[in-house]
């Protein structure tokens, strides 16, 4: 019995380790333009939720989201607290309203990245191991 | 003036007061017929038109109801609703516009409107169809909805 209790504690702590080792993985990056090295968890949900289109300094930033994938998921999870359909559903509601626009999707880290560099005010993600030059990467508060 | 005598005054004033009373009658009736008139034609016209209207504009709110299920959501069954919704509204507007006694310029307001309205639907149905066969072309057609969602703003079937 003793042992089943041990494997069941080491199992639960491996799957929180994971799930924290998951929602690590993610960085947002923003293009050097950006003032600040840092955002607070608030704005950036308000970012990629279009309810806000600058940050507290005053920078108009814009959204720039993965199509798909584990660090897509683990993002929207992390930050956003949505579900990828939830999120779907909700710019679709935007744009039939005429509240919003859908945004900019990619569909790589790379692309990502390159697009994050050359577009002033943009604002994304990336998977931990993906490399971050022309970027900043922007830590979240 | 001076010169009457007592009698004559006498009559003189029942006769300006006969006139007033005279005078004040035939106004009432005049009155009378006018607000009889106009209540006639707030039973048989504007009131109906009104409940026609009502009618009308909750179509339209079931209409836009049945076009974001089907956008929002992918609820193929939206677009078919919408669609017998408009032709409820387009039926309603048009049994305003055939009320007889409508004010002419009230009766213009209306066929606009379900000129207009058809148009809507017509448009509607069909970006709104093209983005639900195709979910992926909403980025690509997000000006268009939006003018869709303007237009919705802006025309208001109760003017």
Redesign the interface.
Known sequence: MRHLRGHILAGVLLVMAAGTAQASDVKIIANPGLADASVSSEDLKGVFLATKTSLANGSHVEPVLLKSGATHEAFLKQFLGKSDSALE?YY??L?????G??PK?VASDAEMVSYVAKTKGAIGYVSGAAPTEGVKVVEVK | MSKLNITAKIWMSIGVFVLGYVLSTILGQIEGVATESTLRQTSEAIFPAAQKTQEAEAAFQRVVKG??DA???QDKGGLDRAAEDGQAMLAALNSVAAIPGLPADRSEQVKHVVQSGGDYLTEAHNLYGSVLADPSS??QK?DQ??AL??YR?SENLAR
């Open positions: 559903t679709r509601s744009v039939f309203t005429g509240k626009s859908m999707t | 076009f974001a956008v929002v959501t909403m980025a997000q909805i939006r969602a303007s703003r």
